[in-house]
């Protein structure tokens, strides 16, 4: 079945800085992408999603790169600051039933 | 607003004991899903359904039951709890067509002891 690894486990970057999470998955099937944010005591909130015929997608600060060749999706959080301090899981999916498999997540913290 | 409503909040459940977790959902969507949170892990699928009166086994079914009575509600059962079954479960979500865009519960913290 689906294989998903996340890294890092653990991020700290300072206010302004940038942040790469990156997940790389097994299944060449897979279609569907996404990362979702989880705030401390919270359920987990979608940030962004891609299919898989897009490379690129950029939202207020945030871009999505997606690398089918090497089975590699990234997260890049371009000048970060404190309120993006959470957990953040990449989930990827390849079936009509919308089954997605979760990253391990990466705790990110933004020193101020 | 689209909204996912667990509950109850938190539980202390007693080793064998039976604990039912709620799930109640008024976006309308078809899919729901029970998904377990561990320390350090990600979520891994419980039980998940696509269709009122009918569940599937995710992919750590065992010492759960899922129960869809309804579109809008889908319950997880542990018949007999355990002490590995303490986690944060959450429910989720998803309208047919949209496949990684899910909406989520605030989750349940339980405990076993």
């Known amino acids: 079945g689906e294989q998903v690894e996340q890294r890092p486990p653990h991020l700290s970057v300072r206010e302004g800085d940038s942040a790469i999470i990156i997940c790389t998955y097994t299944?060449?099937?897979?279609?569907?992408f996404s990362w979702y944010k989880q705030e401390a005591g919270a359920g987990l909130q979608l940030l962004m999603s891609?299919?898989?015929?897009?490379d690129r997608k950029e939202e207020q600060g945030l871009t999505v790169l997606l690398n089918k060749k090497d089975k590699r999706l990234s997260l890049n959080l371009t000048a970060a600051h404190p309120g993006d301090s959470a957990v953040y899981f990449c989930?990827?999916?390849?079936?009509?039933?919308?089954?997605?498999?979760f990253g391990a997540g990466t705790q990110l913290i933004v020193i101020p | 607003e689209a909204a996912v409503t667990q509950s109850p909040r938190s539980k202390v459940a007693v080793t064998g004991g039976k604990v039912t977790l709620s799930c109640h959902q008024t976006?309308?969507?078809?899919?729901m899903y029970w998904y377990r949170q561990d320390t350090g892990h990600g979520l891994r699928l419980i039980h998940y359904?696509?269709?009122?009166?009918?569940?599937e086994k995710g992919d750590i079914p065992d010492g759960y039951k899922a129960s869809r009575p309804s579109q809008e509600n889908f319950s997880l059962i542990l018949e007999l709890a355990s002490l590995s079954q303490t986690a944060v479960y959450f429910c989720?979500?998803?309208?047919?067509?949209?496949?990684?865009?899910?909406?989520f519960g605030s989750g349940t913290r339980l405990l076993v002891i």
């Open positions: 299944d060449s099937a897979t279609a569907y």
């Open positions: 976006n309308n969507h078809d899919y």
């Open positions: 359904s696509y269709v009122a009166d009918s569940t």
């Open positions: 989720a979500s998803r309208r047919q067509g949209s496949n990684s865009d899910y909406t």
């Open positions: 891609v299919l898989s015929n897009v």
């Open positions: 989930a990827v999916g390849g079936s009509a039933l919308g089954r997605l498999h």
